[in-house]
């Protein structure tokens, strides 16, 4: 069995941590993951969403944290610090800078961010095919009116120097537009047997990968099923702050909403939380079969229930 899915960074990964756990041998995982959270620091590429893919499934993650390597030491950003060099909002461990090093150090010499990626991955072995969205430059950006005016901000600084603290008025993916799919992408998306939309951010994470051009069409085209797993459950996002966002794009936070957002042109199924058990029906009237499953993954076992839930409904679509 063939299996993409598109991915954003810690709900993303952690769910494809179970959905290894519950595939046969011979099976395969493409992840089309999220680079419109990409950052320039330090004069280093930072692609925070492969990154934490790549070290959740490699066994390097921070796992309190979900992003950053494990065992990690801040001794550079102290002496960046020291030398009143900034941003100090944005953390990067002594671990994780040497993987922004190496990534910026390939591009450099002219390989494209797929290539990157793929060597990157050579050392982590993360079982699972992962591809960036695009080789070209994508960044997610924030419009804002705050004490300084009426602005627009790269998302990581409106996700973790403001911590979203005042309203998105908009978001808007700069380079998106004229971005092409990275090589892989549209032909793994046509082969999949199935295709799954994890529980990540459904506008800055999973809707910028559909905002490449070609990518959302290929998703709706396929004759794989396209099931997803709502990011909200009992009208709050799990983790992190889904709900500012979803209200720039006049999304109310709730499972049925997001699936709605989605639409029934891209999701053929669509899993919410157990508590969210009323709201099954207002997402199979719009032509989504919907099932109610619990949606926390409070461990590898309870993800893994998850993903094996969503192969199911896969498979009840299909026929």
């Given amino acids: 069995m ?31 993951g999220n680079t419109g959270d990409d950052i320039h620091l330090f004069g280093l590429k930072v692609c925070p969403d492969l990154d ?15 992003w950053g390597r494990a065992d990690e030491t801040w001794s550079v950003k102290d002496e960046m610090k ?45 079982g699972v095919r992962l591809l960036p969205m695009s080789d070209d430059r994508v960044e997610t950006h924030v419009r804002i009116t705050d004490e300084q005016g009426p602005r627009v901000v790269h998302f990581q600084e409106y996700w973790v120097r403001l911590h979203a603290a005042v309203d998105a008025e908009a978001i808007i993916p700069v380079g998106a537009d004229t971005a092409k799919p990275a090589p892989g992408v549209l032909e793994a998306i046509a082969t999949a047997d199935v295709i799954l939309l994890p529980p990540s951010n459904p506008v800055v994470s999973i809707g910028t ?46 499972a049925d909403a997001v699936a709605l957002h989605y639409g029934a042109d891209l999701l053929d199924g669509w899993l919410v939380d157990t508590a969210d058990e009323a709201l099954v029906g207002a997402v199979e009237a719009a032509g989504i079969a919907c099932r109610a499953i619990p949606l926390l993954m409070t461990d590898t ?8 839930e969503a192969l199911a409904l896969a498979e009840l679509v299909r026929r």
């Avoid at 909200?232 to 799990?238: K, L, N, S, Y």
């Avoid at 076992?301 to 094996?308: F, G, Q, V």
């Fill in 2 to 32: 063939r299996i993409v899915a598109l991915a954003g960074g810690i709900g993303g990964a952690r769910f494809l941590r179970g959905l290894k756990d519950v595939l046969a041998p011979g099976d395969e995982i493409t992840v089309v």
């Fill in 52 to 66: 934490t893919v790549m070290y959740t499934l490699g066994g390097g993650i921070h796992e309190e944290q979900g």
């Fill in 82 to 126: 020291a030398y009143g060099v900034g941003p100090e909002w944005f953390g990067l461990g002594d671990r994780d800078f040497a993987t922004h090093i190496v990534r910026t150090q390939m591009l450099a010499a002219g390989y494209p961010l797929s290539a990157v990626t793929e060597a990157l991955c050579d050392r982590w072995q993360p």
């Fill in 209 to 254: 990968i559909l905002a490449v051009p070609g990518i959302r069409g290929a998703v709706a085209a396929s004759p794989a099923p396209v099931v997803g797993l709502s990011p909200i459950i009992g009208g709050a996002p799990v983790r992190g702050m889904a709900d500012k966002v979803l209200a720039a794009v006049g999304v109310e936070a709730a």
């Fill in 301 to 308: 076992a309870a993800t893994a229930a998850m993903a094996r």
